[in-house]
């Protein structure tokens, strides 16, 4: 038995045998500290604006969009995305592509509501650490050739 225990001491002596490397870079560290979220609205002059809704945490994409789609008309920022009692939405991530399956029809939304709905999804993908090139795809609850379009951003630039 005490031979059992020298042999055993010895190869913990030894060590594990793991050599020592040059530190690793690890590439662009994620960019999810927020105090809150970003909804990407209309002002005045018919520009998307962004504005942080502080919630005291990032959320998920289906967060941000879930609170896109609940914000109140008659602020200085509008939205153009028709009140709806359904706010959840799916989120499914393709290989370079963000799904979004929204409570909406197309007639829901305008061309600036689509770009709303876009970039707050990106928006938030991106704050997470996710990759600017990724495209987003809105498909609407009546499928319709502008459920098939990949768009981005106007606002969000790939680097």
């Known amino acids: 038995m005490k031979r059992i225990w020298c042999v055993a001491t010895a190869f913990l002596l030894a060590g594990c045998g793991v050599q020592p490397s040059e530190v690793a870079d690890g590439g662009e560290a994620p960019t999810g500290v927020a105090p809150g979220m970003t909804l990407y609205l209309v002002d005045a002059h018919e520009q998307l604006r962004p504005e942080l809704r502080p919630t005291g945490h990032l959320g998920s994409i289906s967060d941000a969009l879930a609170l896109l789609l609940s914000v109140p008309s008659g602020s200085d920022l509008h939205t153009e995305i028709a009140p709806t009692p359904v706010t959840r939405v799916v989120v499914t991530p393709t290989t370079g592509?963000?799904?979004?399956?929204?409570?909406?029809?197309?007639?829901?939304?305008?061309?600036?509501?689509?770009?709303?709905l876009v970039c707050t999804a990106l928006g938030a993908h991106v704050q997470a650490g996710g990759d600017r090139s990724t495209k987003v795809q809105v498909r609407f609850v009546q499928l319709t050739p502008e459920s098939d379009r990949v768009r981005t951003c106007p606002l969000i630039t790939a680097r």
């Open 97 to 116: 592509v963000l799904q979004l399956s929204v409570p909406l029809t197309i007639h829901d939304v305008t061309p600036l509501g689509i770009d709303q």
